[in-house]
């Protein structure tokens, strides 16, 4: 196409017709077209709705054609422009992270609910009763004269979604967030978007290998943490979880563009949490074996609703190993269990399945500590 043949307008629906020929993934190509123009011409959508009839400029036709051509490969749309919201929030993203995806919100929806939970028993215990009962981390009035620090770790951090959507969305100034990955390019995409976001001193980059724990400080790979690192009071984490012969099953934006190693979850869909289990239950042993009473621990987990019943056996094994009994006391399915006979620290232990907003078992919830349920 000539840049002083065509408008706008023809050069849009010239690229949604090539899309549609090309792509069939795509739900409403004219829409993605429009969108693609937007980013060439760096103009809102609204701009060019009024001015459909001027005349293209080649660079700038140059540049719509290169995003069209990519898109008519099949490739993410989040990456042509570098960027996904994520929980009203921007986010730069490229091929070396995950795209983030809506279903993931409701992890930090609970993460802010558990952190503003921790927080409001320490204010409780410092104001002798002056017990808060909103679970709404924006509110101004909210005390920041707390006890002590809430560490939280986001494990397989990406591009930084959910430790950033947590970072900019609570306003307590004494939350510890570390935001761990196994890549350094994945982590410097976290680094850029909590720069991007004003969070930069909220959130610790760390390095971290949960199939082989060895941590260190980001821009110290030589510098490793001491033992009480894994003491954290609330670990999140959305790992891989399709089954390795799924993978080549995905669609081919997907399969072909997003980082394979966050996408395969081993033979069964479960290495991951099998690891992040076994990392909790030491932070939970660490404390018992310290005589911690009052210690409190939170594993907050995405998964697949289709394998609720296998993340409930790996909760058993981990904790109570294979003649665990326990009470579907609830229609949320809970688990109430003492911890392992230990008599200086018998304190339950209980997991929830929390819905999406479909309806779906989303969230896998697990509680140490928690005496209130």
Do not use: H, Q
Request: charged share 25%; with cysteine.
């Amino acid at each position: 196409m000539k840049s002083n043949n065509f408008s706008i307008f023809e050069t849009i629906k010239a690229g949604s017709e090539y899309l549609k020929e090309n792509n069939n993934e795509i739900l409403d190509c004219f829409k993605e077209s429009l969108l693609l123009m937007s980013y060439a011409l760096n103009v809102s959508v609204e701009r060019i709705i009024v001015n459909y009839e001027d005349k293209i400029t080649e660079d700038k036709l140059n540049i719509f054609n290169g995003y069209i051509e990519r898109r008519a490969k099949k490739e993410p749309f989040a990456y042509i422009i570098n960027n996904k919201e994520f929980y009203s929030i921007d986010f730069f993203v490229d091929k070396n992270v995950l795209i983030p995806r809506p279903d993931t919100e409701i992890l930090v929806d609970e993460s802010l609910k558990e952190i503003y939970r921790l927080n409001e028993i320490n204010n409780k215990k410092i104001n002798s009763g002056n017990f808060y009962s909103r679970y709404n981390c924006n509110e101004p009035d909210i005390k920041n004269n707390i006890a002590k620090n809430i560490s939280v770790i986001d494990i397989g951090t990406g591009s930084g979604a959910i430790a950033v959507s947590i970072a900019k969305n609570c306003k307590y100034s004494n939350i510890e967030i570390f935001a761990a990955d196994n890549s350094y390019k994945a982590l410097n995409i976290a680094k850029k978007n909590a720069v991007l976001n004003n969070v930069e001193n909220k959130i610790k980059l760390t390095y971290f290998n949960i199939l082989n724990p060895n941590i260190c400080w980001y821009n110290e790979s030589s510098k490793k943490y001491g033992t009480d690192f894994y003491s954290f009071d609330i670990m999140i984490s959305n790992p891989p979880y399709i089954i390795s012969s799924d993978v080549g099953f995905l669609s081919d934006e997907v399969k072909n563009y997003e980082p394979c190693a966050a996408l395969d979850g081993g033979i069964d869909g479960l290495k991951f949490y099998r690891k992040i289990f076994e990392l909790f239950s030491s932070a939970i042993e660490n404390s018992v074996n310290s005589n911690i009473r009052t210690k409190e621990f939170c594993l907050l987990l995405e998964i697949d609703y289709r394998y609720k019943e296998e993340i409930k056996k790996i909760y058993e094994l981990t904790f109570y190993g294979k003649d665990n009994k326990y009470n579907n006391s609830s229609k949320d399915y809970k688990y109430k269990i003492s911890t392992k006979g230990n008599k200086n620290n018998p304190i339950n232990i209980t997991i929830n399945f929390i819905k999406d907003l479909s309806g779906k078992e989303r969230v896998a919830k697990i509680n140490y500590g928690k005496n209130d349920n």
